[in-house]
């Protein structure tokens, strides 16, 4: 089975600029989360998708959206870019969500903001 | 609200050697799950070990173990004969129900040939 896929793998953008990052999940995975990586921070919440709805939300502004497609390709998109918010996003997949399940974690997005 | 705490922002293991990272989380939930995700450099994170709440038996994979003390909720991970590829950040996660998975900010650990 393939892994979890991210695009664009790197990402320079200039700040006040949107970008939108894409996530292929494992095929069958109906959950898709996003999380935001920077040192010192650990991995901060964004953001889950289940079946095309949004189950849970962590405390980021609402300049973070997301959504989910049928097939449970998930985007990601930040609007009015922050140099704040240079950092690794990563987004995991699951069978069946949060909760106990495992989540299989894409090879990120590095998004640079200048 | 939940929260995961990991104390070693750096530790050092000998190859073949023992290392033991310490995590403490807090929640109010009665059922819950705790994970190690392991993070190679420039590598994707990979799971290595989960735990249910609600069994008391510390789960195992191979070198990998944990030492769960649920009333002073407490989940250290520790690695047993240590190896080069185990070197990493480690991260230390909590999820109450269907709740958001909580992590730690990590420890990353080197390991001296």
């Known amino acids: 089975k393939a892994g979890v896929t991210q695009t664009p793998r790197y990402l320079i953008k200039t700040r006040g600029q949107q970008v939108t990052l894409s996530c292929s999940p494992i095929?069958?995975?109906?959950?898709v989360s996003w999380y935001q990586q920077t040192p010192g921070q650990g991995l901060q919440f964004l953001f889950e998708?289940?079946?095309?709805?949004?189950?849970n939300k962590g405390n980021f502004p609402g300049r973070f959206s997301g959504r989910q497609f049928s097939n449970s390709r998930s985007e990601m998109n930040v609007s009015t870019l922050e140099l704040g918010d240079s950092a690794l996003y990563l987004c995991?997949?699951?069978?069946?969500?949060?909760?106990?399940?495992?989540?299989?974690f894409g090879p990120g997005t590095r998004l640079t903001v200048t | 609200a939940q929260t995961v705490t990991q104390s070693q922002p750096e530790m050092s293991v000998q190859e073949a050697e023992t290392v033991t990272l310490s995590c403490t989380y807090d929640?109010?939930?009665?059922?819950?799950?705790l994970f190690w995700y392991k993070q190679p450099p420039s590598r994707q994170m990979i799971l290595v070990i989960r735990?249910?709440?609600?069994?008391?038996q510390n789960a195992t994979e191979n070198r990998f173990s944990v030492n769960f003390q649920k009333a002073a909720k407490s989940f250290s991970l520790k690695i047993s004969d240590s190896q080069l590829g185990d070197a990493a950040m480690y991260f230390c996660?909590?999820?109450?129900?269907?709740?958001?998975?909580?992590f730690g900010i990590g420890t990353k650990l080197q390991v001296i040939p």
């Open positions: 995991a997949s699951s069978l069946a969500g949060q909760g106990g399940n495992e989540q299989y």
């Open positions: 095929s069958g995975h109906r959950s």
């Open positions: 998708y289940f079946s095309e709805t949004q189950r």
């Open positions: 929640t109010s939930e009665s059922d819950y799950y």
């Open positions: 735990q249910e709440a609600y069994k008391q």
């Open positions: 996660a909590l999820s109450g129900g269907y709740q958001k998975v909580t």
